[in-house]
Nanobody
Framework: VKIVESGGGLVQAGGSLRLSCAAS????????MTWIRQAPGKEREGVSC????????NYADSVKGRFTISGDNAKNMVYLQMNNLKPEDTAVYHC?????????????????WGQGTQVTVSS
């Protein structure tokens, strides 16, 4: 299994970024894909999830209305469009495979992770 994230960078508050996640080595359609972020000194936070089976999604309250997750099963790709970014969004963003999105991040059973991509939002 291989998961590779890209698209991170430095952006001013209020700006946008689009993260990409390329997955391979497993049957993409059978699982769900998540974005998780880890900031220094903070707990890991599940940001969003999308089911490759039916396209259903869920989001952390902290990003609802600002972030949008999407997927392309034909390309084994997942994206995270991040708008109206805030300094508190600064973190390393990881893409990970889970069995299903379930009811939210507390129910996620991680199967594989990527190395992550740094997102820095300046005030």
């Amino acid at each position: 299994v291989k998961i590779v994230e890209s698209g991170g960078g430095l952006v001013q508050a209020g700006g946008s970024l689009r993260l990409s996640c390329a997955a391979s080595g497993f049957t993409f359609d059978d699982y769900a894909m998540t974005w998780i972020r880890q900031a220094p000194g903070k707990e890991r936070e599940g940001v969003s999830c999308i089911s490759s089976r039916d396209g259903s999604t869920n989001y952390a309250d902290s990003v609802k209305g600002r972030f949008t997750i999407s997927g392309d099963n034909a390309k084994n790709m997942v994206y995270l469009q991040m708008n109206n970014l805030k300094p508190e969004d600064t973190a390393v963003y990881h893409c990970a495979t889970v069995v299903s999105c379930g009811s939210g991040s507390d129910s996620w059973n991680f199967l594989a992770w990527g190395q992550g991509t740094q997102v820095t939002v300046s005030s």
